[in-house]
C-alpha cells in the first residue's frame, strides 16, 4: 500500500494495484458521514472499434458500452440495486464517451456494499432472453433523448463537428444499431474491457485504508483472471475540418435552442499535458463568456440569453470541442454578437486584472469541489484515466499565466472551424 501525501490540499491517498492489475485508491476522511465508491471501467461509447493483443480487430453495434452496463444490474435472483438498497446503500451507474462507471454511497455496511459492488460488477449474466428484453427497454431512452430538445442541440453540435469519429454517435446508439446486439457480442465487450487491469476502483469518506486494500486483496484472490495484453482503439481519420457548419432540429420549443462551438486539430494530448490544456482552455472560455462578465451581463439585459447559457470544453486524444450557448430568441443575432466581442478580444486580449479574478474563481471552485465525495470520486477516475492526478490540479491553476491564455484563445478561435446547432420549433 503506497501513500501519496498533497501538502498543500492536506490530503493523503492510498494506492495498491492488485495482482490481476486491479488499481485501487482510497482517500480516507474521518470527517465525513458518507462514503462513496466508484468501480470504473475505461470503456465507453466511442470504443466500437478494438483490438486486444494476441486478439483478432473487432467492431462491434454503436451503443453497446451503454447496453453493457444496463444488463451488469441483471442478476440470476435478481435486480442487483434491491441488495444494495437492503444494506442501506444508493447504487448507479453512467456511460459517457470513454468510460463506464458503477457506483454507490452509503453511510452504513460499507464492507458489504463494497463487496457488493465489485462482486456484482465481477459477475456478469447475460442471458438471450434478458439481451432481447432490454432492446425494448433502451429503445424508448432512445426515443425519450431524441425527444429531449437540449439533448438534440448537444449531439446536433457534435454531429455538426464530427463525420468520422464516433464521439458524434449518441451514447445509447439508435435503434437499429441496439437491434444487432446479442449476449456474445455482450460478453466480447465484457472480457474485452472489463478485465482487471482496465479498472479503477476508488472509495472516499470514513474508511479505514488498510481494512478497505484488505478486503480487495482477499476478494480478488479468490477470483481467477488471467493476464491481459494492451487494447488498441481503433479509429478512423477524422477530416480536420467540420463535417457540416449548421445542423437545426425541430422539435416543440417555447424559445430555440442554440449551440454552437470550435472543433480543434487533433493533438494527441495526454497526462499533465492534456491536463494544463483542459484548465487553460476553461479558464479562457470564462473570460470570455462566462456570467460575471460584461458581455454575459450585456446579452442576458437585452434578453438574447437567459440562465441556460454556458460553456464546456470536451477533449481525449483523438477530439476536442467547445459548446457555447443556451436557450435564445433570437439565435442569428447572438451569433453575431458574440463574434463581434472575441473578435474584438483577439485584437486586444484579456486584462490582467480579469485574469486574476477568473483564475482565483477557478481554483476556489476547485477547492469547494474537494468537499464533495462525489465529486473527488467522479473528477478523480476521469483525471486517471486520461494520464492526469486531480490532486495535482491547484499547482498546475497556480502557475497559468495571461499569455498562455491569451494564446490558447487564438489557438481555438478559428471561424472556420465552427459549428452550429439549433433546435427550433416546427
Not at 457534435?158 to 457480442?185: F, L, N, Q, R
Request: with cysteine; glycine share 6%; aromatic share 12%.
Amino acid at each position: 500500500m503506497k501513500q501519496i501525501h498533497y501538502d498543500k490540499l492536506q490530503e493523503t491517498l492510498y494506492h495498491e494495484v492488485m495482482d490481476n492489475g486491479l488499481q485501487v485508491y482510497v482517500l480516507p476522511k474521518p470527517a465525513f458521514k458518507k462514503t462513496y465508491a466508484t468501480f470504473a471501467t475505461k470503456y465507453g461509447s466511442v470504443d466500437n472499434h478494438f483490438k486486444v493483443a494476441g486478439g483478432e480487430e473487432t467492431t462491434v453495434p454503436d451503443g453497446i458500452a451503454h447496453f453493457l452496463e444496463h444488463k451488469m444490474f441483471e442478476e440470476p435472483e435478481g435486480d442487483i440495486f434491491a441488495t444494495f438498497a437492503s444494506n442501506g446503500a444508493s447504487a448507479n451507474a453512467f456511460t459517457s464517451f470513454d468510460q463506464t462507471v458503477y457506483l454507490f454511497s452509503a453511510t452504513e455496511n460499507i464492507e458489504t456494499n463494497l463487496t457488493t459492488l465489485v462482486d456484482f460488477v465481477q459477475r456478469p449474466y447475460f442471458t438471450d432472453e434478458n439481451v432481447e428484453k432490454e432492446k425494448g427497454i433502451i429503445g424508448q431512452e432512445i426515443n425519450m433523448y431524441a425527444d429531449n430538445p437540449d439533448w438534440r442541440v448537444y449531439f446536433g453540435l457534435i454531429e455538426a463537428m464530427y463525420a468520422k469519429h464516433p464521439v458524434h454517435i449518441d451514447i445509447a446508439g439508435t435503434i437499429e444499431s441496439i437491434a444487432t446486439i446479442t449476449k456474445e457480442t455482450l460478453y466480447t465487450c465484457y472480457n474485452s474491457f472489463y478485465h482487471p487491469s482496465n479498472m479503477l476502483l476508488f472509495v472516499v469518506g470514513g474508511v479505514d485504508p488498510e481494512q478497505v486494500f484488505e478486503l480487495i486483496r482477499n476478494n480478488q484472490a479468490a477470483k481467477s483472471y488471467e493476464k491481459q495484453g494492451e487494447i488498441t482503439r481503433i479509429f478512423e481519420e477524422e477530416p480536420v475540418q467540420v463535417a457540416e457548419k449548421h445542423q437545426e432540429s425541430r422539435l416543440a420549443v417555447s424559445m430555440p435552442k442554440c449551440l454552437f462551438g470550435f472543433k480543434e486539430k487533433v493533438e494527441g494530448l495526454t497526462g499533465e499535458a492534456a491536463v494544463r490544456r483542459d484548465l487553460i482552455t476553461k479558464l479562457m472560455l470564462d473570460l470570455l463568456l462566462g456570467s460575471s462578465t460584461a458581455l454575459y451581463q450585456k446579452l442576458y439585459d437585452e434578453e438574447l440569453i437567459s440562465d441556460s447559457f454556458g460553456h464546456e470544453f470536451n477533449s481525449s486524444p483523438q477530439y476536442a470541442f467547445s459548446a457555447i450557448g443556451g436557450d435564445t430568441k433570437d439565435p442569428g443575432l447572438l451569433l453575431e454578437r458574440i463574434k463581434e466581442e472575441i473578435n474584438a478580444v483577439l485584437e486586444s486580449g484579456f486584462a490582467e486584472k480579469d485574469f486574476e479574478r477568473a483564475r482565483k474563481k477557478k481554483i476556489g471552485g476547485y477547492l469547494r469541489m474537494l468537499n464533495s465525495p462525489e465529486s473527488i470520486a467522479h473528477e478523480f477516475t476521469r483525471y486517471q484515466f486520461r494520464g492526469g492526478d486531480l490532486f495535482e490540479v491547484l499547482p498546475i491553476y497556480e502557475s497559468i499565466t495571461l499569455d498562455e491564455v491569451n494564446t490558447r484563445l487564438h489557438d481555438h478561435v478559428d471561424w472556420e472551424q465552427l459549428a452550429v446547432s439549433l433546435v427550433v420549433s416546427p
